[in-house]
């Protein structure tokens, strides 16, 4: 049976929760234990899957389909665990079982509340997988005090009221401010907020602390006696250039260890932190750098794109070079040359996204790479952009566009290079949709099989013929085109078993340029880069001339 640690945050959001999670799930790994890392998130969408990277950051796509929280990434990126659709969930997936369950009859007439129903339901959701790992870290997303969070801070309350006593803990992440004109870090939001926590019915066991200063032992002494708890177990979250020295830096402020005092596991086995040091010794002491430009349309906010800048430097981090990635809007290219834009870049990259808007931005971009020689890595809309303009540039087919631009427009612009999928076969079914279905059930979800080209570059990046790579679209490229596709040059080297849709083009004579239908960032870590971006990253180097 599992020990369970459960994350709380207090004074301000964005704090760190999922990192420190993710560190923390490391440092157990370290130690010899097994762990899966869970988030809770109060809003009442579903799923972040119809909701804007403005407001939320990427979706991140789990092998069985699920689209979750971007601290799932950080989670799978820190310990190789493969997120499953069970270690997410909203309050709106919560409420929808239950109102489910109503009106089946399960709850036979009884008036349906938050206590017990809605609290047993996210209960029910804790133990699943209870009995498969040592440790189970459940992130509750939002801080303290947050009316939708109530019914999740009860939940933990009571699950930790009915296990027995030492198997769970409570861990909470607040902010120490730091005052420049009194020259002080300031412990009173950290005590109003574990007061806070302290009157819903949870005393923190451990408290993390963020602060842009080393907290004095003066400090800390007032933080234990005011917040009820031992001074060796307030844990000082400081401020790191790298987010892949965490494991590192919390074990030095002793995370871990307090940890397994507070579950009373003595004696602790040693940490092997090896791999850590490995990975912060790569990213502190890189041969060169390259300049990667990414061109998209939520370029505005970086967390819409979290995965790919983390593959990135994991790319960078295999090469052992610094990737100084800058962010472009595509819809710059719209009206702009992008020549003076591009100039200067090693690589350029065209990542996913939906809608109309920066599309003939991002095949300008793609005209761009091709013709000046400019390693290209296409993932998702991005690849579906280097057919289209491969399409009209090369196969002389000079409407060639999505179904998805047409249907937002009323149609009859572009001759459909993409269409919408109508089925598929996922395993021994045949998948049907509608282009009018809800969004979030109208897209090609988690782990699918490709079969490459034997002797294509895509081949030879694997180093298999087979993969299972991460989907997450509603459009396809159409293979009836394939045949005028590559007698113009452009390469179906990657197709699904059954040879029906179209999952990775290249252009053999072009230094490196490859489009995915999947989204490869998914499944990159620091200790295990995905083949795809330490390839991409090694053909910038090619360009910069550092090798």
């Known amino acids: 049976m599992a020990r369970y640690v459960f994350i709380t945050g207090g004074v301000v959001s964005s704090l760190g929760k999922g990192l420190a999670s993710a560190a923390l799930g490391a440092l157990l790994q370290a130690r010899g234990y097994s762990v899966r890392l ?8 579903v ?33 190789g665990v493969a997120a499953r659709s069970t270690d997410s969930v909203s309050s709106g997936r919560i409420y929808s079982t239950v109102l489910e369950k109503e009106r089946r009859g399960e709850y036979l007439g009884k008036t349906i509340q938050v206590i017990p129903h809605v609290t047993n339901q996210i209960k029910d959701f804790l133990e699943v997988g209870s009995d498969e790992v040592d440790f189970m870290l459940c992130e509750i ?4 005090g947050d009316i939708e969070g109530l019914p999740f801070f009860e939940a933990i309350r009571q699950f930790g009221q009915e296990k027995p006593f030492g198997q769970c803990l409570f861990m909470h992440l607040t902010l120490l401010p730091y005052i420049a004109a009194s020259g002080e870090l300031k412990t009173k939001p950290t005590q109003h907020s574990v007061k806070e926590l302290r009157s819903i019915g949870i005393a923190p066991d451990i408290l993390v602390c963020r602060a842009d200063q080393p907290i004095p032992s003066k400090e800390r002494e007032k933080l234990a006696l005011f917040c009820n708890v031992r001074p060796e177990r307030v844990i000082a979250a400081l401020d790191l250039k790298s987010i892949y020295e965490a494991p590192l830096a919390y074990h030095r402020e002793g995370l871990d260890q307090a940890v397994l005092d507070a579950f009373g596991i003595a004696p602790a086995p040693a940490p092997k932190l090896d791999r850590w040091r490995d990975v912060a010794d790569r990213i502190y002491n890189p041969d060169g750098e390259v300049r990667i430009a990414v061109v998209g349309k939520y370029t505005q906010l970086e967390d ?3 995965s790919i800048s983390e593959a990135l430097t994991h790319g960078g ?37 939906f809608g109309e808007r920066g599309t003939e931005g991002k095949i300008r971009a793609v005209k761009y790479a091709r013709e000046h020689d400019i390693p290209y890595f296409g993932i998702c809309l991005g690849m579906q952009m280097a057919v289209v303009e491969a399409a009209r540039n090369l196969a002389g087919i000079g409407k060639a566009g999505s179904e998805e631009f047409d249907t937002e427009s009323g149609g009859g612009r572009f001759e459909h290079v993409i269409y919408h999928m109508k089925e598929w076969n996922e395993g021994n079914r045949t998948i049907q949709r509608s282009i009018n279905d809800d969004k979030g059930g109208t897209m090609r979800l988690g782990a699918y099989d490709a079969t490459l080209a034997a002797g294509s570059r895509i081949a030879d990046i694997y180093g298999a013929t087979e993969i299972s790579e991460r989907h997450r679209h509603r459009f396809e490229v159409d293979i009836t085109y394939k045949e005028k596709l590559e007698e113009a040059g452009l390469r ?10 179209p999952e990775i083009v290249e252009i053999p004579t072009h230094p490196w340029f490859v489009g995915v239908q ?7 870590k620091p200790f295990e880069p995905h083949p ?7 053909a910038a180097m090619d360009q910069s001339r550092l090798v």
Do not use: Q
């Not at 804007?52 to 820190?78: K, M, N």
């Not at 997303?141 to 303290?144: A, D, K, L, P, R």
């Not at 179906?492 to 849709?501: A, M, Y």
């Not at 795809?532 to 090694?538: K, Y």
């Open 532 to 538: 795809l971006f330490a390839s991409f990253v090694r």
């Open 47 to 79: 799923d972040p899957g119809t909701m804007s990277p403005f407001e939320h950051g990427e979706v991140f796509v789990t092998d069985d389909g699920a689209e979750t929280d971007l601290d799932l990434g950080h989670y799978e990126r820190f310990t």
């Open 38 to 45: 869970r988030k809770l998130d109060p809003y009442l969408n």
């Open 304 to 306: 819409a794109y979290k």
């Open 141 to 144: 997303g939002g801080t303290v």
């Open 518 to 524: 999947f989204h490869p960032e998914l499944k990159s």
């Open 317 to 353: 981090m295999h090469n052992r070079v610094k990737v100084r990635t800058e962010w472009i809007d595509a819809e710059i290219f719209d009206s702009d040359d992008p020549a003076p834009y591009l100039e200067g870049f090693h690589g350029i990259l065209v990542p996913g996204g």
């Open 492 to 501: 179906f080297s990657g197709l699904s078993p059954d040879g029906e849709l």
